[in-house]
Nanobody, 125 residues
Framework: EVQLVESGGGSVQAGGSLRLSCVASEYTGRYGCMGWVRQPPGNEREGVVTIDHDGRIQYADFVKGRFTISQDNAKNSLYLQMNSLKPEDTAMYYC???????????????????WGQGTQVTVSS
């Protein structure tokens, strides 16, 4: 059974930074696509960013220039550096993965095969 475990969430003030980490129970290089998905309170899940096996990255418009995804397959890990955080970034953040390559729908309708349990990010004004 594939396990994805997130960490690094917390409470910060607007303008602050957090770095999320996701460790997989298997070699992350075997995934075609990995990404971060968030679910704000009372809202649907929304794709934040994806990275595919070839290193292509897609960012949601609402995080461009503020968030940076990175992957370290040697550590079976995925990261999300979040800077200039805003109150509207408050959400549960999930790490997710698919065996196949990312597609353009992954941000609009994130339906990954594997999911972590999530880590809470709260940004206060």
């Amino acid at each position: 059974e594939v396990q994805l475990v997130e960490s690094g969430g917390g409470s910060v003030q607007a303008g602050g930074s957090l770095r999320l980490s996701c460790v997989a129970s298997e070699y992350t290089g075997r995934y075609g696509c990995m990404g971060w998905v968030r679910q704000p309170p009372g809202n649907e899940r929304e794709g934040v960013v994806t990275i595919d096996h070839d290193g292509r990255i897609q960012y949601a418009d609402f995080v461009k220039g503020r968030f940076t995804i990175s992957q370290d397959n040697a550590k079976n890990s995925l990261y999300l550096q979040m800077n200039s955080l805003k109150p509207e970034d408050t959400a549960m953040y999930y790490c997710a993965a698919d065996p196949w390559l990312c597609n353009s729908d992954d941000l609009l309708r994130p339906t990954f095969r594997y999911w972590g349990q999530g880590t809470q990010v709260t940004v206060s004004s």
